[in-house]
T-cell receptor
Framework: TQLLEQSPQFLSIQEGENLTVYCNSS?????LQWYRQEPGEGPVLLVT?????EVKKLKRLTFQFGDARKDSSLHITAAQPGDTGLYLC??????????FGTGTRLQVTL | SQTIHQWPATLVQPVGSPLSLECTVE??????LYWYRQAAGRGLQLLFY??????ISSEVPQNLSASRPQDRQFILSSKKLLLSDSGFYLC????????????FGSGTQLSVL
């Protein structure tokens, strides 16, 4: 059974700071997706990365996929209160099933 | 455009009572459908998924069951709820293609007392 560990579990920072969260898998990812979830809502897809070493940018968010495709990081520059939420990584896997990580809860305060 | 509806948003049930959560998808056909459960502030655990009418795969042995009576309808049920069934339940769908993203419903917060 694949295990996806995310770190840190919880992060509280002030507006304007930079941060990085991590996702590590016990096995090679099929492909990796990052989602953000706000309280009381379902997760929303941010990005999909497929190729080892791939880097994608989404405004202030930078996503990196490890060369060995077993880890990923999400870096946020100049965090804003709107970035607050639960960040989840997921392996798209096989047989139409996604496996989700343990999540990182981010709180950005003014 | 496609939409997913999940209800109710909040549910409080006594231990031993039955459960029925319903999810419907509009604007697409033959979607893959999923039920996930989420503990407070944590990751999602896949409970059931379905690639077609009447086809249900269970991921975790438990007190729950799922059914897909129609192409775009997915139901999560229990005959007798346990305290441990409390949690945030999310329905989701994909088109089933490689690397497809999941589209989630807004979730049901279930409290079993």
């Amino acid at each position: 059974t694949q295990l996806l560990e995310q770190s840190p579990q919880f992060l509280s920072i002030q507006e304007g700071e930079n941060l990085t969260v991590y996702c590590n898998s016990s096995s090679v990812f099929s492909s990796l997706q990052w989602y953000r979830q706000e309280p009381g809502e379902g997760p929303v897809l941010l990005v999909t990365v497929v190729t080892g070493g791939e880097v994608k940018k989404l405004k202030r968010l930078t996503f990196q996929f490890g060369d060995a495709r077993k880890d990923s990081s999400l870096h946020i520059t100049a965090a804003q209160p709107g970035d607050t939420g639960l960040y989840l990584c997921a392996d798209t896997g096989t047989a139409s099933k996604l496996t989700f990580g343990t999540g990182t809860r981010l709180q950005v305060t003014l | 455009s496609q939409t997913i509806h999940q209800w109710p948003a909040t549910l409080v049930q006594p231990v031993g009572s039955p459960l029925s959560l319903e999810c419907t998808v509009e604007g697409t056909s033959n979607p893959n459908l999923y039920w996930y459960r989420q503990a407070a502030g944590r990751g999602l655990q896949l409970l059931f998924y379905s690639v077609g009418i009447g086809q249900i795969s269970s991921e975790v042995p438990q007190n729950l069951s799922a059914s897909r009576p129609q192409d775009r309808q997915f139901i999560l049920s229990s005959k007798k709820l346990l305290l441990s069934d409390s949690g945030f339940y999310l329905c989701a769908w994909t088109r089933g293609a490689t690397n497809e993203k999941l589209f989630f419903g807004s979730g049901t917060q279930l409290s079993v007392l």
